[in-house]
């Protein structure tokens, strides 16, 4: 069973950038489509971006241009950069590690942007 746990999270002034990591264990991380989800207070979780073993990669509109996920095979590390960051992405993010048969989530990062 793969353990998740992310890191980075923090609080930024709007405008401002953050880099978000998830390291992985247990398990091959290479196998994994990797996805970060978020959730802000009172509203449903939602995918901000997932990226793929073979590297193919898709956004959640809202961050589409700002946000940018990569993963580091060797480092059993996947990321999520985060730039031009607004109040509505306040929200607690998610590492989620995905096989057909298997999820695994991370225990969360609180993201908060305000000035």
């Known amino acids: 069973q793969v353990q998740l746990v992310e890191s980075g999270g923090g609080l930024v002034q709007p405008g401002g950038s953050l880099r978000l990591s998830c390291e992985a264990s247990?398990?091959?991380?290479?196998?994994?489509?990797m996805n970060w989800y978020r959730q802000a207070p009172g509203k449903q979780r939602e995918l901000v971006a997932g990226?793929?073993?073979?590297?193919?990669?898709n956004y959640g509109d809202s961050v589409k241009g700002r946000f940018t996920i990569s993963r580091d095979n060797a480092k059993n590390t996947v990321y999520l950069q985060m730039n031009s960051l607004k109040p509505e992405d306040t929200a607690v993010y998610y590492c989620?590690?995905?096989?057909?048969?298997?999820?695994?989530w991370g225990q969360g990062t609180q993201v908060t942007v305000s000035s």
């Open positions: 989620n590690a995905r096989q057909p048969l298997v999820t695994a």
């Open positions: 247990g398990s091959i991380f290479g196998i994994y489509t």
């Open positions: 990226i793929t073993p073979g590297g193919s990669i």
